[in-house]
């Protein structure tokens, strides 16, 4: 059964959502940088509430140490200029890979960061959906469960449906988690 929640994940753990389970794979594309997690956390009526971009790639790395099985994988989605922020506190990743963005009429270059075991199909140059469902569908073991902390419009839970997967998700804007509800039937376990 899919599950969401409505959390800012800078002050909440996920454990409503997860209720004690670890999934096989965490796949994400978080908000990027100090001016992103502004943006949303304003246009979510927090105005005025900043965060430390810094603290909150420790808060995501926390997230999936805490919530992901051992021997899984994890993803980060993130522009070109973050990619060193995040490998400064995930690590080395096992797999980087340039993606591609559309947004305001334009394609740019991404980075999709990969810790744990890596797809057999290299999603390099592929774009939105495309990546999270080369990457998904050809793991070594094919995963059975996928967590996004920051679940935006679901791509991620779109892809799950696809390939028969169990989707938690959380978002921290209520508009875009009734759009990404109505992709799978999720149950609404938890709300701040």
């Given at each position: 059964?899919?599950?969401?929640?409505?959390?800012?994940?800078?002050?909440?753990?996920?454990?409503?959502?997860?209720?004690?389970?670890?999934?096989?794979?965490?796949?994400?594309?978080?908000?990027?940088?100090?001016g992103?997690?502004?943006?949303?956390?304003?246009?979510?009526?927090?105005?005025?509430?900043n965060?430390d971009?810094?603290?909150?790639?420790?808060?995501?790395?926390?997230?999936?140490?805490?919530?992901?099985?051992?021997?899984?994988?994890?993803?980060?989605?993130?522009?070109?200029?973050?990619?060193?922020?995040i490998?400064?506190?995930?690590?080395?990743?096992?797999?980087?890979?340039?993606?591609?963005?559309?947004?305001?009429?334009?394609?740019?270059?991404?980075?999709?960061?990969?810790?744990?075991?890596?797809?057999?199909?290299?999603?390099?140059?592929?774009?939105?959906?495309?990546?999270?469902l080369?990457v998904?569908?050809?793991?070594?073991?094919?995963?059975?469960?996928?967590?996004?902390?920051?679940?935006?419009?679901g791509?991620?839970?779109?892809?799950?449906?696809?390939?028969?997967?169990?989707?938690?998700?959380?978002?921290?804007?209520?508009?875009?988690?009734?759009?990404?509800?109505?992709i799978?039937?999720?149950?609404?376990?938890?709300?701040?």
């Amino acid at each position: 059964m899919h599950r969401i929640t409505l959390h800012d994940i800078m002050t909440n753990d996920l454990d409503d959502l997860m209720q004690g389970e670890k999934v096989d794979v965490i796949y994400s594309d978080p908000p990027w940088g100090e001016g992103n997690l502004k943006f949303w956390r304003t246009y979510n009526g927090q105005k005025g509430h900043n965060v430390d971009w810094e603290k909150f790639v420790r808060r995501i790395k926390f997230l999936c140490d805490k919530h992901v099985k051992p021997g899984g994988s994890v993803f980060i989605e993130t522009g070109m200029r973050f990619d060193k922020d995040i490998m400064a506190i995930f690590g080395q990743p096992q797999g980087r890979y340039i993606i591609k963005y559309k947004g305001g009429g334009k394609v740019l270059d991404n980075v999709l960061l990969g810790y744990g075991p890596q797809p057999k199909i290299d999603p390099t140059g592929k774009t939105g959906i495309q990546v999270a469902l080369s990457v998904l569908s050809s793991l070594p073991t094919p995963p059975k469960s996928v967590l996004d902390c920051c679940v935006g419009l679901g791509t991620t839970a779109k892809v799950a449906k696809k390939l028969g997967m169990t989707c938690y998700a959380n978002e921290l804007n209520p508009k875009r988690a009734a759009k990404t509800m109505k992709i799978l039937n999720f149950n609404l376990v938890g709300k701040d």
